[in-house]
């Protein structure tokens, strides 16, 4: 166990819809990013938030969108969903906002669009 | 921009073999940079970091990387391969001025018995 925690582990859900992914980063973690993982596209950052306020942006579409709440936890909301958009998205923390001392990433929510 | 390129999307070892798993990056500055493993159906798991400090990292389960600067390059290595070393695996990069890890596209292991 990672200490980061994504639930749920898996979703299935139809084109047009809306899903909601949530991660509780590790205990004393202020920073959260989230990245999806597809075979074609490997591994693309999405949004970094720190301590509540968004702090990077990558290649996140507009149709989704994150937020960090004040007790650390985060939620990645995908909505208008298109087949692809099924993949692995990751959440990882981070003791302060800077990368160099390394992510810990959880076990990630496995979306499939149909 | 920075990037990280990985050699080689499969690498096939024998049991007790070398393992080498190359990555060269493009940085204008020293960067930080990453190996991190990924078992299936599992999430990364964070093998090294390089924060230029020594240039000769040691990681988990017996993996290490030596920063080469004049090569721009981040070799894993293991002397030895166990069947349990059977992964994905992935080289980052963080540019000095953002907060964000760029992953190159992964080497897949695989450990003949």
């Known amino acids: 166990d990672s200490g980061v925690t994504q639930t749920p582990k898996h979703l299935i859900t139809a084109t047009g819809q809306r899903v909601t992914l949530r991660c509780s980063p590790r205990?004393?973690?202020?920073?959260v990013y989230w990245y999806q993982q597809s075979l074609d596209q490997g591994l693309q950052f999405l949004i970094q938030?720190?301590?509540?306020?968004?702090?990077a942006k990558g290649n996140i579409l507009e149709r989704f969108s994150a937020q960090q709440f004040p007790d650390l936890h985060s939620e990645l909301n995908l909505s208008s969903l298109e087949l692809g958009d099924s993949a692995l998205y990751f959440c990882a923390s981070s003791r302060r906002g800077a990368p160099g001392y390394g992510y810990t990433f959880g076990s990630g929510t496995r979306l499939t669009v149909v | 921009a920075q990037s990280v390129t990985q050699l080689g999307s499969h690498v096939s070892v024998s049991e007790g073999a070398l393992v080498l798993l190359r990555c060269n990056y493009s940085s204008s500055v020293p960067p930080y940079l990453f190996w991190y493993v990924q078992y299936p159906n599992q999430g990364l798991q964070l093998l090294l970091k390089?924060?230029?400090?020594?240039?000769l990292v040691k990681g988990i389960n017996g993996f290490e990387a030596e920063f080469k600067k004049s090569e721009t390059s981040f070799h894993l290595t293991k002397p030895s391969a166990h069947m349990s070393d059977a992964a994905e695996y992935f080289c980052?990069?963080?540019?000095?001025?953002?907060?964000?890890?760029?992953f190159g596209s992964g080497t897949r292991l695989l450990v003949r018995p």
């Open positions: 980052a990069v963080s540019p000095d001025s953002s907060y964000k890890l760029i």
């Open positions: 390089y924060t230029s400090a020594a240039t």
């Open positions: 938030y720190y301590n509540g306020e968004e702090r």
């Open positions: 205990s004393g973690d202020l920073s």
